[in-house]
């Protein structure tokens, strides 16, 4: 593996909830990124959430220690070539999945996820915390 990790959300909020092995694994990556999906996804959390100003807190907080990335004009090329093709196989997986994969695709990173679905995206390294 690269040692640059895309994290999807359900390995942030992993992080969040103090899993050990989840946070020396973070504690030990060369390099973190955060998409703009994964960051919108933990936002709408905090905002559906009792603590609404500390959980968004947390998570701008969290996002300002992150890479940051943006969706471009190649991001969306590789959401649609990959849309089709899981389309073309009968393995449609969650919108906002594929929007992340593409992320992780486009910057040649590596995905950390906890979602199995994502072994029907060719070609995307994952891995899970």
Known sequence: MSGRYLLDTNVVI???????????????????????????????GAYHS????ANSARVEE???ACSRLVIDDETGRRYAEIRKALRNIGKPIPENDIWIAATALRYGLTL??????????????????
């Not at 103090?18 to 998409?35: M, Q």
């Open 14 to 44: 992993a992080l969040f909830a103090g899993e050990p092995e989840v946070r020396a694994r973070f504690d030990d990556a060369p390099e973190i990124f955060l998409s703009p999906t994964v960051l919108g996804e933990l936002l709408y």
């Open 50 to 53: 009792v603590r609404l100003a």
């Open 62 to 64: 969290f996002a300002v």
């Open 112 to 129: 950390v996820t906890r979602d199995g679905h994502f072994k029907e995206v060719s070609g995307l390294p994952f891995v899970a915390w």
